[in-house]
Structures are given as C-alpha cells and as structure tokens.
C-alpha cells in the first residue's frame, strides 16, 4: 500500500469523488429468496464519514488501484482496523469499472487511489459506496450520457447494497436492496458510530438470522417516527434483524452497545450486518460529547472499542 495525499475536492487530471458510509436506522429480514438473497426492507441514512476515490484516465485498459489509510484508520487504536484491501479483481471498486466498462464499450483504463477511512467488515457499506462512487466517476470520465437509475442497475449486479448509494440522500431499500425509495422529512441528526477490533463476515451473520414477516412495513412507519415525533417515538421501529445473530458470533458486540449506553447513548444499535454499533444524537455537538466520553473510556483501559467516529447524518458535501 502506498502513502496518498488527503483529498483537496479537485483533482486536475481526473475526478475526486467521495464515498460515505451509511447506517440501518432500521433493518428488517423478511424471507429467503429462491435466489439465496435474503428479502429485505431497511432505511438507511448516509453519514458524513466517507472514503476519497481520484480517478484517473488512461490509454491502457484495465483498472490500476492503489490504498491507503486515513483518519482514524490511519493512527491509535483505529489503526488495528487498516485491515488489507484487495487491489485486485476482487475489490469492488475494480469490478465495479471494469462492468462498467464491458456495458459501455469502453476500451480504455483507469487510475484509481482509493483513500480508506470507513472501516471494512463493519456493516458501515464502505466497499458498496466505494463501487458506487467509481461508477459514478468512470460515468463522468468516459462521457456516459446515463440516468442514475442505469448506472444504479450496473451497481446490482456488483453487491446489493451498491444501488442505495445513487439514492443521494436518506432511503428504503427493499427487495435484496436494489429496490430504493428515497424519503423526505427526516429531522437533522447526528450519530456517534464505535467499531470494535473485528469485523464480522455478512455471510454468517445473515446465515443465522431468523426471518420475520411481522417486521414489514417498519421503515415506513420510523421514517413517520422521526418526522413527527423524533428519537423517542423512533425507537419501536428501530430494530436490527442481523443484531441477534451478530451478538452470538461476537461478543464484542455486547460490550459495545453496553460502552456506547453507558457514555450516554440513546438506545444504541448494530448498523448493518455489524461489527459497527452507532447511538443517534439531536445535534453534532451532542454526538461529539459521547464521542468524547466513549474515548475517554477507551484511553483508561477498555477495550470495547478501537474507532469511534462523531458524525453528521446526511450525504458528505
């Protein structure tokens, strides 16, 4: 892995794209597909954290990525969480383009530095995001005259979180994700997010989840929720499907929704498949200052969490 320069929001030979993470403000498993996939309903919320893609062209085909590590994956305890990103055919960002790439009949290359700060294997969407944010700049590299919903359709076939991230904003993803339908109303919050030292695999996490039919129609009814009523009325309609099972293949998951309580926390969650919990905050500030208790804990010897990010909930400008 190579040093990268921090992003600077222009890049003078390419694009300079951002990739923020998410989170599962709700996340219900419905039923097993015949597919394999899992039918799932989920609203998700964009966050402020994000991964920095430059994009380069170039006259040989193929797609040349290099990584390195930034933020608080860059130094302290977060750095345990650098864990090796592929730089090969099998990282998303490069399956991502080269698919691109074959629908397009585009012949030519790119040059990607992906600069990581979203944790992997945490349930925060980073490697979706990824894929979806290099779509969209090979999009705009090789002058792809395409709607959102096409370049949306290419990130299906590359992982089913990808699609959410076109939405641009908060969204329900339905389906096995590739279904999304944007929502508005939701009240400015913030979110304090804690990653413990391992990720978990979405495979097994999701191979122990019992589905239940019960649970539809429990996005709908937390966007209405947090519209109306805010945090408090939320938290009915707040629950994770893929937390019971990720709490018997980590215990560490225990001790951070207890760590994240404890510093404040308003009924903490598991975001996605896990291992990253989160609390929602009222305001940054409010986040900032669990943040802040949280580390404080960590500093003194526990070791429930080794990142721990305050963040704004909306799509990073």
């Known amino acids: 892995m190579s040093d990268l320069p921090e992003a600077d929001g222009s890049a003078a030979d390419g694009l300079t794209v951002l990739a ?4 599962n403000l709700s996340l219900a ?14 609203l998700m919320v964009p966050v402020s954290l994000a991964d920095t893609l430059h994009v380069r062209p170039r006259a040989a085909p193929g797609v040349a990525l290099r990584v390195a590590y930034a933020g608080d994956l860059a130094r302290g305890p977060g750095a345990a969480l650098a864990r ?5 055919g099998t990282n998303l960002v490069v399956r991502a383009a080269e698919r691109l790439a074959v629908e397009a009949g585009i012949t030519t290359g790119l040059d990607v530095d ?7 294997g945490a349930g925060l969407g980073g490697g979706s995001s990824d894929a979806a944010a290099m779509i969209r700049a ?3 590299l090789w002058q792809l005259d395409w709607t959102a919903e096409r370049l949306a359709a290419v990130g299906a076939g590359i992982g089913s979180d990808v699609p959410w991230f076109f939405a641009g904003g908060a969204a329900i993803a339905s389906g096995r994700g590739e279904r999304i339908e944007p929502v508005e109303g939701l009240p400015d919050l913030a979110a304090v997010i804690a990653c413990p030292t391992t990720g978990l695999s979405t495979a097994a996490v ?4 019992v589905p239940d039919t019960t649970r539809t129609g429990d996005a709908a009814r937390l966007v209405k929720a947090l519209a109306t009523g805010g945090l408090a009325a939320a938290v009915p309609f707040m629950s994770n499907a893929l937390e019971p099972p990720a709490r018997i293949l980590s215990p560490e998951i225990d001790r951070l929704l207890a760590a994240l309580a404890d510093a404040g926390g308003f009924a903490p969650r598991l975001t996605g498949s896990g ?3 989160f609390t929602l905050a009222r305001t940054l500030a409010e986040a900032e200052a669990i943040a802040a208790r949280l580390a404080a804990r960590r500093d003194s010897g526990d070791p429930a969490c080794a990142a721990i990010f305050a963040v704004r909930c909306s799509w990073p400008a």
């Open 20 to 23: 923020p993470a998410k989170l």
């Open 29 to 42: 498993v419905l039923a097993r597909r015949a597919d394999g996939f899992h039918e799932i309903e989920s």
């Open 84 to 88: 090796d990103v592929p730089t090969d």
């Open 114 to 120: 992906l600069v990581k700060r979203i944790p992997s």
């Open 138 to 140: 090979a999009a705009m």
């Open 206 to 209: 999701y191979g122990r989840c």
């Open 275 to 277: 291992s990253a919990c």
